[in-house]
């Protein structure tokens, strides 16, 4: 059992930057791989980011590929979203959800727990 808690979400103006940080509870936290997803207002909830177990493996969707990054702390529990250069179109809720290892990684239903999200707003 893994338990996924996000905070960092909040109001920005376009071209800035917040890091959305997710605490994970449970011993087996470190054999998960994570990723970020993002629901917008509206829209179905999309893939934003995820990495493998052991973070060789780094995947971006095309919309976020050189302003976000993502990166794990197994020694804290903690998975990171780096978001820079910010865009309205960013406006949606953020999960961190985690996966069983060798796991599709952009497929939401691959990911066995999730968090409760966190807004992130982008102002133009």
């Known amino acids: 059992q893994v338990q996924l808690v996000e905070s960092g979400g909040g109001l920005v103006q376009a071209g800035g930057s917040l890091r959305l940080s997710c605490a994970a509870s449970?011993?087996?936290?470190?054999?998960?791989?994570p990723g970020w997803f993002r629901q917008p207002p509206g829209k179905e909830r999309e893939f934003v980011a995820g990495?493998?177990?052991?973070?060789?493996?780094?995947y971006y969707a095309d919309a976020v590929k050189g302003r976000f990054t993502i990166s794990r702390d197994n020694a804290k529990n903690m998975v990171y979203l780096q978001m820079n250069s910010l865009k309205p179109e960013d406006t949606a809720v953020y999960y961190c959800a985690v996966r069983p290892a060798g796991s599709a990684y952009a497929t939401p239903n691959a990911y066995h727990y999730w968090g409760q999200g966190t807004q992130v707003t982008v102002s133009s």
């Open positions: 990495m493998n177990r052991y973070g060789v493996g780094i």
């Open positions: 449970g011993r087996t936290f470190s054999s998960y791989a």
